[in-house]
């Protein structure tokens, strides 16, 4: 089996929000620091960085590479290049969930509105206290550090287990939901973590956690003052008796990599099931005939890891084996996106094709039937995207989408021969207008496909042959020519 942490636990990136709900913000000019932010754009992502020696100190970088540090008067500047002594900061987690900042070398609180802000405060009043907003994208995979297993929807137990050795198929996709300053737990059929550790259709008090750090790892805290912690075999999810959190109550949050299903011209699923050679012989869709793909960042090349974990690999004349434990060459593909169907091209030059047998080898100059296949993304039944500027969410007063704003709405992502259906929470379909704007408002479903041409970023192409983005007023246009930092997702 993988080892745990396979995937990367992902950077705590944060906006800060103070008392008149306003973001802390780091301006590129002289490198000040303000709280006027009124959304969490670019400006106001800061990132958490641990001290090695002493876990309980903490710098704080922002979108500059720059260390925010309170000099003895308690004047802020955020100039640093590398994290010095006047940069250590203490977080003091309150009740509410909102932190207190507090100089370490200083013992003096951050805190302020607007222009005004200091750290000179000697007691935590409400000038001091900052809600805390994640920044990183909201759909990820929950590690237990405990117990070093994945929590994943129990749909028979009607609850979140945490018994995974590996975060395998749909259920292991948790969406981190904020509202208010508290975040809720949603599984993919769209159910909310209650504390009692029961699935619940609506978000309430009782499903609303504040989120504590501790280490650099996440805890959640519920309306009660305890912690979500696994209890039992099987690990529920649920409030344990802790109102301190130890290593049972702490969380990675882990990057979700794609997981797809391929369907060959024979109309069977490429599978595993028959030992080490990938063929297309199997009828129904299991963790056999699903397989994470993981986009490497330097070649853009694309790997496939079995849920045994290890990866599609050429073989001699031209086969494709599950044998290889670790990445090289002959694991890696490149994708051509042809529409409703795939082709992988393997390191040796050659097209994957699939023999009369099923199964797949690389050993084709071009492409016909028998190349392409029909490839499903399993792990994503809800999207959230979030683009350069923000994220995808419903325009106030229209039809159409914004495509910079620092909260989401989440959508639902229909399969349908290749492409998919875009729908909104009201049950409606995206579709392109006239002039190219994405409309939310559809009665019948369009075309849309999927493409990932990067680790952690996909491409969404019209029917019309362009790409979604993002213009310069934020609003989603499909008339992308090509693929290119407007026209990426995070998904």
Known sequence: MPTNGINKALKLQFGLINYENRYLTAEAFGFKVNASGIS????????????????????????????LASDKAGKIICGAEKPEPECRFLIVPQSDGRWALQSEPYQRYFGGSADYLSCFAQAIGEQELWAVHLALHPQASLLSVARKRY?????????????????WGVDSLVTLVYLDGKYSLKTCDSRFLSNDGKLVKENSNTTSFTLELKSGKLAFKDCDGKYLAPVGPTGTLRSGRCSKPGKDELFDLEESHPQVVFQAANKRFVSVKQGVSISANQDVETDMETFQM?????????????????????????????????VEVNTMFDIEWRGHRVALKASNGKYVCTKKNGQLSAVSDTVGDDELLLMKLINRPILILQGENGFVCHHKNSNTLDANRSVYDIFSLLFNNGAYHIKSVNGKFWYISSSGLICSDGEKAEDFFLEFPEHGRVAVKGSNGKYLRGDQGGTLMCDGASVDASSLWEY
């Open 151 to 167: 929590a994943h929807l129990s749909a028979s137990e009607g609850e979140i287990s945490v018994d995974s050795n590996i975060p």
């Open 294 to 326: 993981e986009i490497d960042k330097e070649s853009k090349k694309s790997m496939f890891r079995t849920n045994g974990g290890s990866y599609w690999t050429l073989v001699t004349h031209g086969e494709i084996q599950s044998t290889a434990t670790e």
């Open 40 to 67: 969490l754009k670019k400006k106001q992502i800061w990132t958490l960085e641990q001290d090695e020696q002493d876990g309980q100190v903490v710098f704080l970088r922002s979108h500059l590479g720059r260390y």
